[in-house]
């Protein structure tokens, strides 16, 4: 069965870049039955979804990270990554890594089967 | 931009009982926009319980479905188990974008 790993430091100084990684096994992120996304969630909070690349590398971004944000995916490396810029303590978060299961038939979005595979999550701070 | 407001914050039952919880979109749920249930408990990542408004995800019991349409959507659970009691999220899905509702905290009573 599909499994996702997040990885990256857990501790990002102000003003810097957060990066993290999330390693597919199990299955291949060259598929076009999937998003992979990142959502992430502040301490005590609901979750916030970050945005989702598709394997040719289609990128979707929630509007209010668009200008900070990069999601890129290493196909070699069945990877994708998330760069987050000018990184501020807003961004303290736990970092979950997702699989959205999709249709698109021609060549169009067709339906959405939700993110049914979720990694463990990691937790990164944004601190001096 | 579509905002989910989930009520009631926290709802308070006892095992054996009917749950109902409420998901209420900004916008009316039009075609190719779809509405997903997931179950939070502490420390763990989310799990997907419903996706496209009612239907189950893998390995979920039958005590726990969904339903609506237009703005208003909820998650039912027919009979609250131990394990149900968690915190419950709604997420749509439309034109590329995501959001989530706040969350219904499911606690016992």
């Known amino acids: 069965q599909v499994q996702l790993q997040e990885s990256g430091p857990g501790l990002v100084k102000p003003s810097e870049t957060l990066s993290l990684t999330c390693t597919v096994s199990?299955?291949?992120?060259?598929?076009?039955?999937?998003?992979w996304g990142w959502i992430r969630q502040a301490p005590g909070k609901g979750l916030e979804w970050v945005g989702s690349?598709?394997?040719?590398?289609?990128?979707y971004y929630n509007p209010s990270l668009k200008s900070r944000l990069t999601i890129s995916v290493e196909t070699s490396k069945n990877e994708f990554s998330l760069n987050l810029s000018s990184a501020t303590a807003a961004d303290t978060a736990v970092y979950y890594c997702?699989?959205?299961?999709?249709?698109?038939?021609?060549?169009?979005?067709?339906?959405?089967?939700?993110?049914?595979?979720w990694g463990q999550g990691t937790t990164v701070s944004v601190s001096s | 931009e579509i905002v989910l407001t989930q009520s009631p914050g926290t709802l308070s039952l006892s095992p054996g009982e009917r749950a109902t919880l409420s998901c209420r979109t900004s916008?009316?749920?039009?075609?190719?926009?779809?509405i997903s249930w997931y179950q939070q408990k502490p420390g763990q990542a989310p799990r997907l319980l419903i996706y496209n408004g009612f239907n189950r995800a893998t390995g979920i019991p039958d005590r726990f479905s969904g339903s609506g349409s237009g703005t208003d959507f909820s998650l039912t659970i027919s009979s609250l188990e131990p394990e149900d009691f968690a915190v419950y999220f709604c997420?749509?899905?439309?034109?590329?974008?995501?959001?989530f509702g706040q969350g219904t905290k499911l606690e016992i009573k």
């Open positions: 690349i598709f394997y040719n590398g289609s990128t």
């Open positions: 997420q749509q899905f439309g034109t590329s974008l995501v959001t």
């Open positions: 916008q009316s749920v039009i075609t190719k926009t779809y």
């Open positions: 997702v699989r959205e299961g999709i249709l698109i038939a021609f060549g169009e979005f067709e339906y959405y089967y939700g993110m049914d595979v």
């Open positions: 199990g299955g291949s992120v060259n598929n076009n039955a999937f998003y």
